[in-house]
């Protein structure tokens, strides 16, 4: 082999293996930064007692004391503890609905489509599920909802849309979004209501911001609420219920 052979042989390995090392150095980027998350913040330690809850095979699960036979599966928001939406998960318990907040992979809902599926198969007492999530985590659950419609009792939504097209279901669908969301906006809300089905409710929380879907105090890029956060998470949990009483 030549000189010059031997010359580009030796580039090429180590382009090769600096592409390897950017790739490796993205990869674990992209870990350390899913593990910076959203907690519980000391607005819901005050109302649930967390070292309390029950888990399960797949995160946090509310049993309640008088079951109606109906579940609920909650997926965070991208970066947010399940035990976030603690508040919100004993509040639909008391009514008489089994919810369950997965840990997704990461903390992102779209590594986490199909939890569902596992949700499901562990309660098989459940008659009818409903499914839905906030921000990403909404995003998610309508991807697993897509492939699993006739399974479902419906499909929510918290500060959040489809990416898929819904318009020829008849899935009942919810949409719960807040007045002073700066990340999911009014403009977003109603840009993509033509994702969504017939079958569809639209519930405007006036003065919620995006956070307060969660209790995990405030978010980058998210604009100041002019509700309280228990205010908020009230009148998401009597959307949640007035929706799904009716079905």
Avoid: C
Avoid at 142 to 153: G, I, R, V
Avoid at 155 to 161: E, I, W
């Amino acid at each position: 082999m030549s000189a010059g052979k031997r010359r580009a042989k030796r580039w090429a390995i180590r382009i090769l293996i600096g592409f390897i090392a950017l790739i490796a150095l993205i990869i674990i980027g992209f870990v350390v930064y899913s593990q910076f998350d959203y907690g519980p913040s000391e607005v819901l330690k005050e109302q649930v007692d967390l070292e309390a809850v029950e888990r399960d095979g797949q995160g946090i699960i509310f049993m309640p004391e008088d079951p109606n036979g109906q579940g609920l599966i909650l997926y965070q928001g991208a970066k947010v503890e399940a035990e976030a939406y603690a508040y919100l998960g004993e509040k639909l318990s008391e009514q008489g609905y089994t919810v369950s907040i997965p840990d997704l992979p990461l903390k992102f809902g779209i590594f986490g489509v199909d939890t569902a599926e596992a949700v499901i198969g562990e309660y098989p007492e459940i008659d009818s599920w409903f499914i839905g999530g906030h921000s990403l985590g909404g995003v998610a659950a309508a991807m697993y909802a897509e492939d699993h419609q006739d399974e479902l009792a419906g499909l929510f939504f918290l500060g959040s849309y489809p990416a898929g097209d819904f318009a020829l279901s008849d899935l009942p669908m919810l949409s719960v979004y807040g007045e002073k969301d700066g990340l999911t906006l009014l403009a977003d809300i109603e840009d993509n209501r033509i994702l969504f089905s017939a079958n569809s409710e639209f519930v405007e929380i006036p003065g919620g911001n995006h956070a307060q879907f969660g209790l995990y105090g405030e978010q980058k890029g998210d604009n100041p609420a002019t509700i309280s956060p228990l205010e908020q998470q009230d009148l998401v949990a009597e959307a949640l219920l007035n929706w799904m009483d009716g079905k």
